[in-house]
């Protein structure tokens, strides 16, 4: 049953893929029309990095992006909390806990691994134009926190700060996909995207 279900969401995969076909050429940034009011980031309620209205597009560019874009978001929230939150709450991650080092190795595979969903998410979010204006900053943010994650795991260091800085900003990140109409749920990585 396992076996079926995966050769159906691998062929629908790849179909999913295959939509839309051809190569778009992307408009070139426009600066914002004379008269036009000009985004404010400090305005209430928005985020310090959004992105600006004229590297956004107008329309969707990209068939399925609201959808592809809450798989991506989900599997990297999901696999950083299993991975890298659960098991430094834990204690996982303090000298002489048992199964140390394979534990700071998932971590570090985990950590590449939801970078790699987050710049799949930011490039769905930059092809819908809602999306685009409010998601784009927080995940910048959380990619370089993927990555800074990444690199003191690979070095054989846990940062009780990097990764207490990251969990807040995944769960400001779901706050702001929510906010932009794309909550989303944690979805749990398949074993083999973070050995085991």
């Known amino acids: 049953m396992l076996r079926k279900s995966f050769v159906i969401i691998s062929i629908m995969l790849l ?13 070139e940034a426009q600066p914002p029309a004379a008269g036009a009011p000009a985004a404010t ?24 992006v609201k959808t592809r874009f809450l798989a991506n ?6 696999t950083f909390r299993r991975y890298i939150y659960r098991p430094f709450r834990e204690g996982a991650f303090n ?23 987050l710049r799949r998410a930011r490039a769905n979010a930059q092809a819908d134009p809602t999306l685009c204006k409010t998601l784009i900053g927080p995940i910048d ?8 994650l990444h690199g003191k795991f690979k070095g054989g260091q846990a940062d009780p700060t ?7 900003g995944i769960a400001g990140f779901h706050k702001d996909a929510a906010g932009a109409g794309a909550g989303f749920q944690d979805k749990a990585p398949p074993a083999s995207a973070v050995g085991g």
């Open 141 to 148: 943010k959380l990619s370089a926190s993927m990555k800074d």
């Open 15 to 27: 179909a999913l893929s295959g939509c839309g076909g051809g190569t778009k050429s992307r408009p």
């Open 41 to 64: 980031p400090g305005a209430a309620g928005a985020q310090e990095q959004t992105a600006t209205p004229a590297a956004c597009p107008t329309k969707r560019e990209r068939h399925f």
């Open 95 to 117: 000298s002489g806990a048992p199964k140390r080092k394979r534990t700071i190795v998932k971590a570090a595979a985990a950590a590449i691994f939801a970078f790699d969903q």
């Open 73 to 78: 978001a989900g599997l990297a929230a999901g």
């Open 162 to 168: 990097a990764i207490g800085s990251a969990e807040s």
